[in-house]
């Protein structure tokens, strides 16, 4: 059993670094961006949130940054501009954290940002990233982490460890991405390097729910989280880790202690911390696999 879970999280690694070595042309990061834009938050050295919502106009100005409830064009055409705003907050503060900017971007307005990307144009958002940033630039190495795809390994494991045991779906909405970015000084003198260091987290909530006569009851949720560490000035991937969050019960429903603690322990035994490290022993785990599959 033992072995069989080590292989589980190996190959989820695999598929993780896998996807993330794509060009971001092959992946759905332009895409979910504009989606998950309101639910990325960007951390600095001492976890202050430092990409902000409301973004000043060229005249200093702050505009609302919460959606009202319009109907027709006027509300779509708010929502684009939230939706810029917070696109633009995102790119702005990670290119300045990351120490990924050139004469472009560092002169870069909120007016000239909504000049070249269209929300609901994806090509223009990646035209955008690739233009500004290349394929291989920081910013677009951390926005690889941040997108459907990047998931999709953690969740099809967890699927896997809950098969037969519960059903579940995701709780719309969420979704949220944590990314914490710190400097890191090393060397003295002539060999002073400033570096940065990166951590990419994804938290999701589920919900179990049980089916009524005409309507489905929430049972409980619960919370996991998925974390990408980076290498020094996200060079590569350095670990990756998936982990049980927090366990919330329906108020509603009368629930006993040890019912409440039974479902607490199954969740627990079932969805253990694990930390995978890119290191030589991975390494040389895939080459193994990859032979094996190749002489089978």
């Given at each position: ?37 309101k ?15 409301d ?12 959606p009202?409830?319009i ?11 939230v939706?810029?705003?917070?696109m633009?907050?995102i ?7 990351l ?30 990233l ?15 982490a ?19 045991k ?41 919900q179990?729910?049980?089916k009524?006569?005409i ?10 989280e998925f974390t ?14 998936l ?33 995978v ?19 089978t």
């Amino acid at each position: 059993m033992g072995n069989q879970h080590g292989n589980a999280q190996q190959e989820m690694a695999e598929a993780v670094r896998n996807i993330w070595l794509k060009d971001i042309s092959e992946l759905p990061v332009s895409k979910d961006l504009p989606r998950l834009a309101k639910k990325i938050k960007i951390h600095d050295s001492v976890n202050d949130v430092i990409n902000y919502i409301d973004q000043p106009t060229d005249e200093g100005e702050l505009k609302p940054s919460t959606p009202t409830e319009i109907d027709g064009t006027v509300g779509e055409q708010h929502r684009d501009e939230v939706l810029n705003r917070c696109m633009y907050s995102i790119v702005m503060s990670m290119s300045q954290e990351l120490r990924d900017f050139n004469q472009n971007m560092s002169g870069m307005t909120l007016q000239m940002f909504e000049r070249e990307i269209n929300v609901t144009d994806h090509k223009s958002i990646q035209n955008f990233l690739t233009r500004n940033f290349g394929n291989n630039g920081r910013v677009v190495k951390v926005l690889k982490a941040c997108n459907q795809s990047i998931i999709a390994p953690p969740v099809t494991q967890l699927k896997k460890l809950l098969l037969d045991k519960i059903d579940y779906k995701d709780v719309k909405g969420e979704w949220t991405i944590n990314i914490h970015i710190s400097p890191v000084t090393t060397g003295h003198g002539e060999d002073r390097r400033e570096d940065v260091s990166v951590i990419v987290a994804h938290r999701k909530k589920e919900q179990v729910l049980v089916k009524r006569k005409i309507t489905y009851e929430l049972v409980y949720q619960f919370e996991w989280e998925f974390t990408i560490r980076f290498t020094r000035n996200v060079e590569d991937i350095e670990s990756i880790s998936l982990r049980l969050g927090d366990i919330l019960f329906n108020g509603e429903r009368d629930f006993k202690d040890e019912e409440k603690q039974d479902i607490k322990n199954m969740l627990k035994d079932i969805i253990v911390d694990q930390t995978v490290t890119y290191d030589e022993q991975f390494f040389k785990k895939s080459l193994k696999a990859a032979k094996n599959k190749k002489n089978t």
